[in-house]
């Protein structure tokens, strides 16, 4: 496994692991969900394209090599997953709705094998297998815990399967371009997506000091450094072995909730996070050297 895309990878999903709680704040702050999203990729945006601009990158040149693809899978996969998980989060207790989500790395493995007819080693089904064990774990204080809405449920059970699509078609393009300019163009569809949305039915922003806080967060962390990280290991690692790594963010979740909510740590959500941990560095020793990539040596579009 290519370890600095492994990191890229890991970090990324940690900083995932915080959107859970900066999230349900936001609700609580009277902002709806795609008013959140629309200011968080808005902001996200200029922080990407500062970096752009400091790189001295040219989007033009990106645009005219294909990249404007990224924008749309951003603009219909990317804002419909992310839609399905944050309304998930609206409507269910985190540990079901992120249980449930956490079905995308078994959803990505189908994709990947009966829609792009690639082969799926026997090793990365048993390691998705350990880290769905290990998610499910982590859950069940949900489970015990929270209602099931029906409309929780349905956004819940969408959201991984979209989420594998746009997961294999950024894997395939992203690469083609220099990380920032696919950050770019891949926030600019879901910001444009957003827009339009809050357009359509009303904007709504933060009542209070620590609403635009968590919003900043959002587009900071888990918005403009996650975008240019993703860009980067995304194609370098493949679908399946970024969605394995994903599950850093379950982890994270957990880590969370006891640190910050001071929840008790339980020994089953011990062992979740301990076998989660277990089947990502599972699959990080038996994967061959000789890999096979969506692209083997990522061309620079820009610069």
Same mark, same amino acid.
């Given at each position: 496994?290519?370890?600095?895309?492994? #990191?890229? +990878?890991?970090?990324t999903?940690?900083?995932?692991?915080f959107?859970?709680?900066?999230a349900?704040?936001?609700?609580?702050?009277?902002?709806?969900?795609?008013?959140? #999203?629309?200011?968080?990729?808005? #902001?996200? #945006?200029?922080?990407?394209?500062?970096?752009?601009?400091?790189?001295?990158?040219?989007?033009?040149?990106?645009?005219? $090599?294909?990249?404007?693809?990224?924008?749309?899978v951003?603009?219909?996969?990317?804002?419909?997953?992310?839609? =399905?998980?944050?309304?998930?989060l609206?409507?269910?207790? &985190?540990?079901?709705?992120?249980?449930?989500?956490?079905?995308?790395?078994?959803?990505t493995?189908?994709?990947?094998?009966?829609?792009?007819? $690639?082969?799926?080693?026997?090793?990365?089904?048993? =390691?998705?297998?350990?880290?769905f064990?290990?998610?499910?774990?982590?859950?069940?204080?949900?489970? @015990?815990?929270?209602?099931?809405?029906?409309?929780?449920?349905?956004?819940?059970?969408?959201?991984?399967?979209?989420?594998?699509f746009?997961?294999? +078609?950024?894997?395939?393009?992203?690469?083609? @371009?220099?990380?920032?300019?696919?950050?770019?163009?891949?926030?600019?569809?879901?910001?444009?997506a957003?827009?339009?949305?809050?357009?359509?039915?009303?904007?709504?922003?933060?009542?209070?000091?620590?609403?635009?806080?968590?919003?900043?967060?959002? +587009?900071?962390?888990?918005?403009?450094?996650a975008?240019?990280?993703?860009?980067?290991?995304?194609?370098?690692?493949?679908?399946? &072995?970024?969605?394995?790594?994903a599950?850093?963010?379950?982890?994270?979740?957990v880590?969370?909730?006891?640190?910050?909510?001071g929840?008790?740590?339980?020994?089953?959500?011990?062992?979740?996070?301990?076998?989660?941990?277990?089947?990502?560095?599972? @699959?990080?020793?038996?994967?061959r050297? $000789?890999?096979?990539r969506?692209?083997k040596k990522?061309?620079?579009?820009?610069?």
């Open positions: 496994m290519p370890w600095r895309a492994g #990191l890229a +990878a890991a970090g999903n940690v900083m995932f692991g959107v859970p709680l900066a349900r704040g936001l609700y609580a702050d009277g902002l709806s969900t795609w008013s959140l #999203l629309c200011w968080r990729y808005l #902001l996200a #945006l200029v922080i990407i394209f500062a970096g752009i601009r400091l790189a001295r990158l040219r989007l033009g040149a990106g645009l005219r $090599q294909g990249a404007w693809r990224i924008a749309l951003g603009a219909s996969l990317g804002a419909a997953q992310t839609l =399905c998980y944050f309304q998930s609206r409507w269910l207790d &985190t540990g079901i709705a992120v249980l449930l989500f956490y079905t995308f790395p078994v959803v493995l189908g994709v990947e094998r009966f829609y792009f007819r $690639q082969q799926v080693a026997l090793s990365v089904l048993l =390691c998705v297998i350990v880290i064990v290990g998610a499910a774990l982590i859950a069940v204080p949900g489970l @015990h815990n929270g209602t099931i809405d029906s409309r929780g449920l349905a956004w819940a059970i969408s959201g991984p399967i979209i989420y594998a746009y997961l294999a +078609a950024n894997a395939r393009l992203l690469g083609r @371009h220099p990380p920032l300019i696919g950050a770019g163009f891949l926030y600019g569809g879901l910001a444009a957003y827009l339009g949305a809050v357009l359509w039915l009303g904007a709504l922003l933060p009542a209070s000091a620590p609403g635009w806080l968590s919003l900043a967060f959002l +587009a900071l962390g888990p918005g403009a450094v975008a240019v990280s993703q860009s980067y290991s995304m194609p370098r690692l493949g679908p399946p &072995t970024y969605a394995i790594i599950n850093c963010e379950l982890v994270t979740v880590v969370v909730g006891v640190i910050v909510l929840e008790k740590l339980t020994p089953t959500s011990a062992l979740g996070g301990g076998l989660i941990l277990a089947g990502i560095l599972l @699959h990080g020793w038996v994967r050297p $000789q890999r096979d969506i692209a990522p061309r620079v579009a820009a610069g």
